[in-house]
């Protein structure tokens, strides 16, 4: 038997720690897997792994159930957002101070000259791409799908006016010093070096933030921002 998925979020605990549910967001109905809290970017990726083996066999139990009824189950790592455009979506989460989030949240300028380069450079290095389809017959190549639904460099809503930087002020802790990092702009890669290099040199950067260092100082792009 499988579990309702239509609970909320944190009934759907699985033993391992990670969530497993139906999101509803923009109206459409897709399953969201959240894995449990990482240590450090090599569990992380562990879990990934993990994750992907605990899908698959779910998804072949499901399609031998709907087999049975002439019915064929397709699986894809896709995250379809409310403007229909199909995406591979990755939503991050960071453990950092409460001050260099409410930093971040006040747009403050040394902040924004920094972080937002950062990220629209690592699509370079670490977005999966996409073929794109959508201009009739016509292919083009985009170096991230997921950029293709961001309107904002800020924004607190994860469905629509998505923003670069997600501004969600929903820390899911008590501990007043620390506040939860919502990012919700990057692919879903297929390689786990990319996600090492995206999650790791992002740690970096924000591990020097909490310490009053910004990188824009020093970038001669950084004024462009």
Known sequence: TFPNLYQSAHANVLTNGARFYVDTGG???????????????????????????FLIEFFNRVARLYDKRGIEIVASKDNIGSSNTGTRGFHDNYLIDS???????????????????????????????QVNTSNGHKLSYLFSSRATIMDKVYS????????????????????????????????SPSLEAGSFLRIGTFEILLSALEKGYAYSDYLPFSNQA
Do not use: C, W
């Open 99 to 129: 001050q260099l989030f409410q930093r971040i949240k006040d747009a403050d300028p040394s902040i924004k000259r920094t972080i937002v380069p950062f990220m629209i450079a690592s699509i370079f290095f670490s977005g999966n791409g």
């Open 156 to 187: 607190d809503s994860t469905v629509l006016g998505r923003g670069i930087v997600n501004l969600r002020s929903e820390s899911l802790m008590t501990d007043p010093q620390k506040s939860r990092l919502h990012i919700i702009f990057h692919d």
């Open 27 to 53: 109206g459409i109905h897709y399953l969201e897997y959240a894995t449990p809290e990482a240590a450090s970017v090599r569990e992380l990726l562990a879990l990934e792994v993990e994750r992907d083996y």
